[in-house]
C-alpha cells in the first residue's frame, strides 16, 4: 500500500478542480502605467496575505470580465481536468508552463511568469 499525502490525492485535487474558478472576480485588468501591457493580476489578497504595492487606478474593474474569465476557466478544467490533475499530482515542476503550453498549447510559446500557479 503505498500512502499519498492529501494535497497530492486525486480526491483532493478534484475537489480544489471545482471550486479554483469561483476566484476569477478576485482578479482585475491590469494596465502597466510604463508599458501600457495589459495583465489580469489577482487585486485580491488571500487569506492572511497582504496587499500588493499595486496602484488601483490602474485596474479597469468589470464584473463582465469576472464572469467571463470564470467561464473560460470553467471550460479549461473541464477539457483539461486530467492533465492538471496528473500535473500536480507528479509534483511537476513548472506546472503553469507544462499545462498552458505542453499539455493544452493554449498559451503562445513565449517566456512568461505563471506565479498563481
Known sequence: ??????????????????????????YSLYVDP???????????????????SFDFNNFQFNP??????????????????????SLFAQEADHVADKLCIEKSDLCARIPSSHSEL
Not at 35 to 44: L, V
Open 1 to 26: 500500500m503505498v500512502l499519498i499525502p492529501l494535497a497530492r490525492s486525486e480526491t483532493h485535487l478534484t475537489e480544489l478542480l471545482e471550486n479554483v474558478c469561483t476566484k476569477m472576480s478576485d
Open 34 to 52: 510604463e508599458t501600457q501591457e495589459k495583465n489580469y493580476i489577482r487585486f485580491a489578497p488571500r487569506d492572511n496575505e497582504q496587499m500588493g
Open 64 to 85: 463582465e470580465n469576472s464572469e467571463h474569465m470564470k467561464h473560460a476557466c470553467e471550460s479549461i478544467v473541464e477539457e483539461y481536468e486530467d492533465e492538471i490533475i
